[in-house]
């Protein structure tokens, strides 16, 4: 799971992302709305925690833009503004949770558990198809002609990216975002030994599907 958290109280941001990463959460951040907006149109995120109150673009703003562009990741709205009326306006934008400064960290993560059990869109297939390949995304449950297998969590956010864009061409850049996040310094080479990882997985399960290299681009599934 890979959060984006929007925060503009530094040491707040810092405690936040620490927390979410022990509990085995992978964590994005970013300090203010414009910057926000571009984290989340990399469409890599399973759910937001957005600040009220930001520079630049204020937290309402982000909430009914990024709603407008049809991005539909869960977003949970922290603020120190905690009246009705503010509650209901942030709601009603298409937050899909509020929480009130000051909170314990367990009850946010309380909060995070109950969205994430909702029932996904029909749009957000939890299996995804593709030649004699299926993948079960919440078992990370790879299908093929000769069996099944269950893949790592860098193997199947990648194998994800590829399923969801079957027969297109994916750059070494959009792969690497996808899978090691905005703020990752991870090498190149990373990326080729999941890539191997994968091809690997396909010939054992006797897959007519395959990774094909576009030199000097990134990477193609065809079948």
Known sequence: MRILLVEDD???????????????IETDSCTDGEEALYYIRQG?????????MLPVLNGISVLSRMRKEGFQTPVILI???GALEDKIEGLDLGADDYLVKPFAFEELMARIRSILRRPRKLSDSAELLFGDLSFSIHEQTLNGPSGSCTLSGREA???EA?????GQTLSRELLLTKVWGMDSDVENGNLDNYIHFL?????NLNSAVCLQ???????????
């Open 10 to 24: 530094e040491k707040l941001k810092e405690a936040l992302s620490f927390q979410l990463r022990k509990e085995g």
């Open 44 to 52: 890599i995120y399973d759910l937001i925690l957005l600040d009220r």
């Open 79 to 81: 603020t120190a503004l």
């Open 157 to 159: 956010a990648l194998l």
């Open 162 to 166: 590829f399923l969801r864009n079957p």
């Open 199 to 203: 091809r690997r997985r396909l010939k």
């Open 213 to 223: 290299t576009v030199r000097g681009v990134g990477y193609r599934l065809e079948r």
